[in-house]
């Protein structure tokens, strides 16, 4: 008999509304347990089924009808594995996950609500595993905080240093994941072309799920300072590209973190807030506020003074570095291994 390949099950969706941060980060663990010969199944909505073919780490995937989105049982009882990254199901859909096939490994960036499972990762800077006390079971592991980020393979080796920071910037990269449904990129671009200084060039890059892609194309043929980049498949040549980074308080930080890049960051929401102050309080980021705060010319202001004061931008590049080893998807991937091995 041959050897049996262990299979992973992962239930998240993406889309336009819902951003693709969670296809994301469950691509790089896919990617690393497939590296450990795992084969790993995407089960999602159509949108999200649609949307996975910019993370091509899944061995398959499989499209779900909206009426079985909530049904556990439209995930096969032969997987060893199930990893949850969904904040629409609940822990009794947990439960019945978990009794067909065994393991559960859930993803939550808020200790808002209780999970059923044998293991929980939350990334989140500030986060500790006491934060989940009561809303996880006994003996449950909690793997919190940036040692367990998900750094995708191609940004895990560091490719520039506090020491490239270059003396006169001009370069602005605009970033906003993947779906940006608040239209960040739209609101940074209309404030940008009003007030930005005319020696900046600004490159916006549109991801998979962004819906206003030809309105910025077309504003690009008609503003010489606006390149566009398309859902390209790494972020690398815009990194090196870039002198300063404005995000949203995603996955995009922390892969920003590693590679050293000087970045300003905006945010929506109580979890993103708290990653943006804790980024702040570190050195490790400008904290802009909320998207409401791309509107304000002051948004251009604090930009400027960052491009102008190269010693503040290698400090920030420098404490950035020291947050995100790189490592995240290899602790998460030894500990499924290890309680697979102790079944």
Known sequence: MGLHMPRAAFRLDAGAALGV?????ASVLAGALAERGWTTTLYGQRETASLAASFPAFAETVALEDARGA?????????????????????VYESALRRRVGTLLAFSDFPDRDHDCDGLVD????????????????GCTVMAGSSFVLLRSVYRAPFRSARDTRCRARNVLLTF???????ATGAALATLR???????????????AYPRKDSIAAL????PSLDVDVAPADLRAAFAWADVAVTASGGT??????????FAVVTGGAVENTNARHLAERGCALDLGTVASLGDRRFVE????????????????EAARTLIDGRGAERICDWIEALSCAH
């Open 21 to 25: 941060g969670h296809l994301a980060r």
């Open 220 to 223: 690009a043929r008609e503003w």
């Open 253 to 262: 930080c922390w892969e920003l973190c590693h590679a050293g890049v000087p």
């Open 177 to 183: 994941g993947g779906g940006d449904p608040a239209d």
């Open 194 to 208: 009003a007030h930005a200084p005319v020696e900046w060039r600004i490159r916006a890059v549109l991801g998979p």
């Open 123 to 138: 990334a989140n800077l500030g986060r500790r595993a006491a934060d989940y006390a009561g809303h996880v079971p006994h």
């Open 302 to 317: 604090g930009l400027d003074a960052l491009m102008q004061d190269a010693a503040a931008r290698r400090r920030m590049a």
């Open 71 to 91: 049904d556990a049982t439209a995930i096969p009882a032969a997987h060893d594995l199930a990893v949850i990254d969904h904040y629409g199901l609940d822990a």
